[in-house]
C-alpha cells in the first residue's frame, strides 16, 4: 500500500481523523494542511482505533464529545456553553459509545445464539415436511392404482376422481410450504443483512453510524415460523358392485406427528426475553390530528407509519402524510371514485399486505383491488357490499347485504331473502367461505329494517372475524360459529345514549375496539366480549378506526370540523 499524499512511499501511519494512510515523511505535511482538525495519527497496524468523533450539526468545526440525555443526541462544548441545554443531564460520549457497543454485541449474541439457528433448523424442518408429503402422496397413489386395477372397468371413473381429489391435496399443501420456504428464507436473509449491518456498525469507528442504530431483536422474535401440515390419508373398504362410490375408498387428512416446530417455539420461548406487555393507559393521549378537508369523513386505514388512507364525502379517497397537520401539506394523493348514486353509503377501504388498495361502495356491488401491476374487480352480482378488511393470511373479508329491490314495498318486506347479511372470505379473488347462519340455521347478521345500516368488519389477532352492524358487535370465529354478541355498557349518564357501533378494529392485545358514534367515545373489550373501558377524547362522531404499526389508534370523525383524523397514545 502506498501514501495517500506523496502516492510513492510506503504507508506506516494512518490518521484516524481524516481515515488517511500516511507515510513517516508525509505525517508533518498532513498535520498542518488542516488545522481545524484534531489529527490522531497512529500506527498502520493501530488504524481506526481512535473512536471518531461526530461533527457537530450546529457548530461545523466542532466534534461533539458530550451526549445530551435529555434530548438524546451528541452534542460539542460550545453546545453545552449554550443555554439550550441548561438543567439537561449531560454525560460524556465515550460511555454512552461504550453502552451502544455493548447493546449491539448482545443484539448479535442473541441472533447468533438463538434466532438464527432456529431458522436453519425451520428450514431442513420444511424440507423434510415436504419429502414427508411426497413419499406418503406416492404410498397412497400407489394404493389407489392397485386396488382400481382390481376392479376392472366399471370402478375407472372413481378412480380418477379420488387420484385428482388426491393431487389437488397434495398441489394446495405444496403450494402451501414452498411459500412458507420462501418466506423463512426471506426471514433468513432479512437477519443476515442486520447482522452484517450490525457488525460493520462495531468495526467502524463512525460513531454516527453507531448512534443511528435501533435494535430489531424484538421485531425478530415476534415471528412465529412454524407450520403444521396435514397428510392424507386413504382407507380402503370392501367393495359391493351396487356401492362402488361409498365403499372403493375415502381420503381424509391427519396432523403430522412431527413436532419439531413445537420444541423449536419452546426453545425460543426459554432462551428468548419476551418483550414487556403492553398495558392500557389510564388517560389516552392525543399525539397529532390530520386536517383531511372532507365534510363526511368516513374510513381510513394506515397504508405505513408514514401514511394514511381516507375516505369521505361519498366518492372521495385520498391518501395523507401523517406528520404533516395542514391539509395542503399532508395530502399526498386524492382521486374519485365513480359511482351510480350519491346518497347511497360510505365507501370503504384497506390495504393488502402488500400495501394495494382496497375500496367498495354499496351501489357498485363489487370490490375493487387498486393493485400496482394489474387492478383487479371482485363482482358480487345481487349482493351490496357494506365493510371490507384484509386479513393476516391476506385474504379480504367482505360484509354485504342482499340487493333489495326497490318498487313493491310490502313484496319486499315479505320476502325473507331481501333481509340477508352474510360476511365472505375472498383468497386470490376466489370465493372460498360465507358465513351467514348459526347453527341453529339462523341468521347471524339480523337486518329487520328496510333500510342498509352501516357496517365495519375487521379480523382480531386471535382469527375472530368482528362486525359492527349500527346496533351490534358480532364476533364468530374462524369458521364462522358464533362467539358472542356485544350491545354496548353504559356505566353512568355520560355514555347514556343508544350504543350505535361505527369502526371497528383489534389490537396487538386482542382487544376489539368500538367507535360508539351516539356516545362521542370508543369503547375497548377484551377477546372474549367483556367490558375493558371507553376513550373520550373530545370525539364528536367517530367512525373509521385504524391502528399502526406501533400500536397507536387513529379515529376518523365524522361530523369534526375539516375532517379531522386523531392520533391517539392509549398502550403503554
Not at 65 to 76: A, F, L, N, Q, V
Not at 368 to 393: A, F, M, R, Y
Not at 535 to 544: A, E, L, Q, S, T
Amino acid at each position: 500500500m502506498r501514501c495517500d499524499v506523496c502516492k510513492t512511499a510506503v504507508v506506516q501511519m494512518h490518521c484516524d481523523t481524516c481515515l488517511v494512510n500516511l507515510c513517516t515523511a508525509c505525517v508533518g505535511k498532513h498535520m498542518i494542511s488542516d488545522e481545524s482538525k484534531n489529527h490522531q495519527v497512529v500506527k498502520f497496524q493501530s488504524r481506526k482505533s481512535t473512536p471518531l468523533y461526530p461533527g457537530c450539526k450546529l457548530h461545523p468545526n466542532e466534534r461533539c464529545e458530550m451526549y445530551c440525555k435529555h434530548c438524546d443526541i451528541p452534542i460539542c462544548s460550545a453546545c453545552v456553553a449554550s443555554e439550550k441545554h441548561v438543567s439537561h443531564k449531560i454525560s460524556l460520549l465515550r460511555e454512552m459509545y461504550s453502552s451502544k457497543r455493548k447493546e449491539i454485541q448482545q443484539d448479535i449474541g442473541k441472533i447468533k445464539a438463538n434466532i438464527s439457528p432456529t431458522y436453519d433448523g425451520i428450514v431442513a424442518d420444511v424440507q423434510m415436511k415436504m419429502d414427508r408429503l411426497e413419499t406418503k402422496c406416492k404410498e397412497i397413489s400407489e394404493s389407489i392404482r392397485k386396488l382400481g386395477d382390481d376392479w376392472h372397468r366399471k370402478i375407472d371413473k372413481v378412480v380418477n376422481q379420488l387420484q385428482t381429489e388426491l393431487a389437488e391435496i397434495k398441489n394446495a399443501h405444496v403450494k402451501i410450504i414452498k411459500n412458507h420456504r420462501e418466506e423463512i428464507i426471506r426471514d433468513i436473509s432479512n437477519i443476515d443483512s442486520y447482522l452484517n449491518s450490525s457488525e460493520e456498525i462495531l468495526q467502524s469507528n463512525d460513531m454516527s453510524l453507531l448512534f443511528q442504530y435501533k435494535s430489531k431483536v424484538s421485531t425478530l422474535q415476534k415471528s412465529s415460523p412454524h407450520i403444521d401440515i396435514s397428510l392424507p390419508s386413504f382407507s380402503p373398504k370392501e367393495i359391493q358392485q351396487d356401492q362402488i362410490l361409498k365403499l372403493f375408498g375415502t381420503l381424509s387428512l391427519t396432523k403430522d406427528d412431527h413436532v419439531y416446530n413445537s420444541n423449536m417455539a419452546k426453545q425460543i420461548a426459554e432462551t428468548t426475553p419476551c418483550p414487556p406487555a403492553k398495558q392500557l393507559l389510564d388517560k389516552p393521549e392525543t399525539m397529532t390530528t390530520i386536517n383531511t378537508g372532507f365534510t363526511f369523513l368516513q374510513n381510513i386505514v394506515c397504508l405505513n407509519n408514514a401514511e394514511i388512507w381516507a375516505s369521505g364525502d361519498y366518492s372521495v379517497i385520498q391518501l395523507f402524510s401523517i406528520n404533516q397537520k395542514s391539509y395542503h401539506e399532508s395530502l399526498i394523493r386524492s382521486f374519485h371514485v365513480k359511482i351510480e348514486c350519491f346518497f347511497s353509503g360510505p365507501l370503504h377501504i384497506a390495504v393488502t399486505r402488500n400495501g394495494d388498495l382496497v375500496y367498495c361502495h354499496p351501489q357498485g356491488k363489487k370490490v375493487n383491488i387498486d393493485k400496482k401491476e394489474v387492478p383487479h374487480t371482485i363482482e358480487l352480482h345481487n349482493w351490496k357490499p357494506q365493510g371490507v378488511c384484509s386479513t393476516s393470511s391476506d385474504d379480504l373479508l367482505v360484509i354485504m347485504d342482499y340487493d333489495r329491490k326497490t318498487g313493491d314495498f310490502l313484496a319486499t318486506m315479505r320476502d325473507s331473502n331481501q333481509f340477508q347479511t352474510k360476511v365472505v372470505r375472498f383468497s386470490d379473488f376466489i370465493e372460498k367461505q360465507t358465513i351467514q347462519l348459526d347453527e341453529e340455521g339462523k341468521p347471524l347478521y339480523p337486518c329487520t329494517s328496510y333500510y342498509d345500516r352501516i357496517k365495519y368488519i375487521t379480523e382480531n389477532r386471535n382469527l375472530d372475524i368482528c362486525v359492527a352492524d349500527g346496533e351490534v358487535v358480532v364476533v364468530v370465529n374462524q369458521a364462522g360459529k358464533l362467539r358472542f354478541r356485544y350491545s354496548g355498557h353504559n356505566p353512568s349518564p355520560k355514555w347514556n345514549q343508544k350504543f350505535t357501533p361505527r369502526g371497528i378494529i383489534s389490537d396487538i392485545l386482542s382487544h376489539i375496539l368500538i367507535a360508539d358514534e351516539m356516545n362521542k367515545c370508543v369503547h375497548i373489550i377484551d377477546r372474549d366480549g367483556q367490558f375493558l373501558r371507553y376513550i373520550d377524547c373530545g370525539m364528536v362522531k367517530p367512525r373509521g378506526l385504524c391502528i399502526d404499526v406501533e400500536d397507536n389508534l387513529f379515529v376518523a370523525d365524522y361530523k369534526k370540523k375539516s375532517g379531522e383524523i386523531m392520533k391517539l397514545k392509549y398502550l403503554k
